[in-house]
């Protein structure tokens, strides 16, 4: 038997993770999402994994292009963290007005994130509602951010806590 939905979302809640936007360049144009799925994989060969709703447009966008950027957003960033989750304004026009640079792959990296990694698509698994994608890290760099962008309990948070 299952774990009651609500339950399994309140226990989850409870782990902390950082925040980054996952970028892809598609045939209409730039794309990007929030996600918390981030996670290394690998060391060698260097692999990272997202996890992605098969339902988002993100999904089919990554799986199309054969690769994607991951900007690790820092602690100033909760606006564009929400911007690229679809809240607020600016959701359909989501790189208005943000700086980024294009890597290799073609996906767009935030500048004053934290960290980036540019990524060839390796892998591509089902996971019940998600889909699970695998990305051989071709670079990756740090950026000027210096605090980090972390979501803990369905809120954001900075971290190091400025005192
Ligand atoms: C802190 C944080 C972490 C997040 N982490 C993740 C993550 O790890 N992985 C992840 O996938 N999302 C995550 N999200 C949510 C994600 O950022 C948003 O859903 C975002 O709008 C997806 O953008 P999109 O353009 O790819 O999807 P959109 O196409 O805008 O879809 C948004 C959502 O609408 C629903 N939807 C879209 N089309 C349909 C349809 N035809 N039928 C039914 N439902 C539909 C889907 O549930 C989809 O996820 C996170 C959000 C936040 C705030």
Redesign the pocket.
């Known amino acids: 038997m299952a774990v009651d939905a609500d339950r399994f979302r309140d226990a989850v809640a409870r782990f902390a993770s950082g925040?980054a936007v996952v970028t892809t360049r598609g045939a209409e144009g730039l794309?990007g999402?929030?996600?918390?799925?981030?996670c290394a994989l690998s060391l060698q060969p260097p692999l990272v994994l997202?996890?992605?709703?098969r339902?988002?447009?993100?999904?089919d966008?990554i799986a199309a292009s054969g690769g994607f950027g991951v900007s690790v957003l820092g602690g100033r960033q909760q606006l564009l963290?929400?911007r690229?989750?679809?809240?607020g304004p600016l959701?359909n026009r989501r790189f208005d007005g943000v700086p980024y640079f294009v890597a290799r792959s073609g996906a767009p990296l935030l500048r004053d994130s934290l960290a980036w990694l540019d990524c060839t698509l390796v892998g591509e698994h089902p996971g019940g509602d998600?889909v699970i994608f695998v990305g051989q890290v071709e670079a990756a760099g740090t950026g000027a951010a210096s605090t980090a962008l972390v979501?803990w309990n369905r809120a954001?948070y900075r971290l190091p806590v400025e005192t």
Do not use: E, K, N, P
């Open positions: 925040v794309h999402l929030t996600v918390s799925s981030f997202v996890c992605i709703d339902l988002a447009q993100s999904a966008l963290a929400d690229f989750a679809g809240r959701v998600h979501y954001f």
